[in-house]
């Protein structure tokens, strides 16, 4: 089949609306229980509370995502704990669309930097972030084995003073998410929203389509809010080739 351009431009606009949806600078989140949340697995959420007590983890609070449940495309419910010999905190949610369930590892280190160690796929991540320092595994490692793993990239982050923050609370929780929040929010808006590796995922390897939409996603990004309507509309006015999808 073959891209237009006005096809390019539509995919450009989608992929940037969502990014700048999902990547604010401060997401609002509230407390929640599971019994309010009907497609919601409460058995993974106990088997996981149950697997990660047995590692020395306490519950801390669920909570939701408002900034993304309510763009009306998934609940992001979360269940936190949090270990008090090493400060590390685990998330864990169950997404109900590909009834599939993730964790993942957190330390928030006293320089500002973190620690992620998670079984989300690494072909879904869409930046490396500066100051988040994320390592991906295999989404059948073993809770215990994963947490090992965690601690070592820790420690190897801590040098001098540097050390792993408390989190004891959901006002804690939030400050930590949202401050990662922020990171993300500003190392994309530096870079033009979206990076070529995470755009060919998203385009099924198709390079030639890749390019084309990075480049109408790098001009877009350039024009002031209030002025992008007119510069889509400039966009359509343009006929370059198609592109072929192979």
């Given at each position: 089949?073959?891209?237009?351009?006005?096809?390019?431009?539509?995919?450009?606009?989608?992929?940037?609306?969502?990014?700048?949806?999902?990547?604010?600078?401060?997401?609002?989140?509230?407390?929640?229980?599971?019994?309010?949340?009907?497609?919601?697995?409460?058995?993974?959420?106990?088997?996981?509370?149950?697997?990660?007590?047995?590692?020395?983890?306490?519950?801390?609070?669920?909570?939701?995502?408002?900034?993304?449940?309510?763009?009306?495309?998934?609940?992001?419910?979360?269940?936190?704990?949090?270990?008090?010999?090493?400060?590390?905190?685990?998330?864990?949610?169950?997404?109900?669309?590909?009834?599939?369930?993730?964790?993942?590892?957190?330390?928030?280190?006293?320089?500002?930097?973190?620690?992620?160690?998670?079984?989300?796929?690494?072909?879904?991540?869409?930046?490396?972030?500066?100051?988040?320092?994320?390592?991906?595994?295999?989404?059948?490692?073993?809770?215990?084995?994963?947490?090992?793993?965690?601690?070592?990239?820790?420690?190897?982050?801590?040098?001098?003073?540097?050390?792993?923050?408390?989190?004891?609370?959901?006002?804690?929780?939030v400050k930590l998410l949202n401050a990662q929040?922020?990171?993300?929010?500003k190392y994309l808006k530096s870079i033009g929203?979206?990076?070529?590796?995470?755009?060919?995922?998203?385009?099924?390897?198709?390079?030639?389509?890749?390019?084309?939409?990075?480049?109408?996603?790098?001009?877009?990004?350039?024009?002031?809010?209030?002025?992008?309507?007119?510069?889509?509309?400039?966009?359509?006015?343009?006929?370059?080739?198609?592109?072929?999808?192979?």
């Open positions: 089949m073959n891209e237009t351009h006005e096809e390019c431009i539509e995919i450009a606009e989608e992929v940037l609306a969502l990014i700048k949806d999902s990547f604010q600078p401060q997401h609002h989140f509230i407390r929640v229980d599971d019994k309010n949340f009907e497609d919601v697995d409460p058995e993974f959420y106990n088997q996981q509370q149950t697997r990660f007590e047995e590692l020395g983890f306490e519950f801390i609070c669920d909570l939701e995502d408002k900034t993304i449940s309510d763009q009306g495309k998934i609940v992001t419910f979360i269940r936190t704990m949090r270990n008090p010999a090493s400060n590390a905190m685990v998330a864990f949610y169950h997404v109900p669309i590909i009834d599939a369930g993730f964790f993942e590892f957190e330390s928030f280190l006293s320089d500002g930097r973190f620690v992620v160690s998670t079984i989300v796929p690494e072909s879904n991540k869409i930046a490396n972030w500066p100051s988040i320092n994320s390592h991906h595994y295999p989404i059948d490692i073993g809770e215990d084995v994963l947490y090992k793993n965690h601690l070592s990239s820790v420690k190897e982050a801590c040098d001098g003073n540097i050390n792993a923050i408390e989190i004891t609370s959901f006002e804690a929780v929040n922020r990171y993300m929010h929203w979206v990076t070529k590796e995470y755009l060919l995922n998203q385009c099924s390897g198709d390079k030639q389509l890749t390019d084309r939409v990075y480049s109408v996603i790098q001009e877009m990004a350039k024009q002031p809010t209030n002025q992008m309507q007119s510069y889509r509309c400039q966009l359509r006015r343009s006929s370059p080739p198609t592109v072929t999808i192979h």
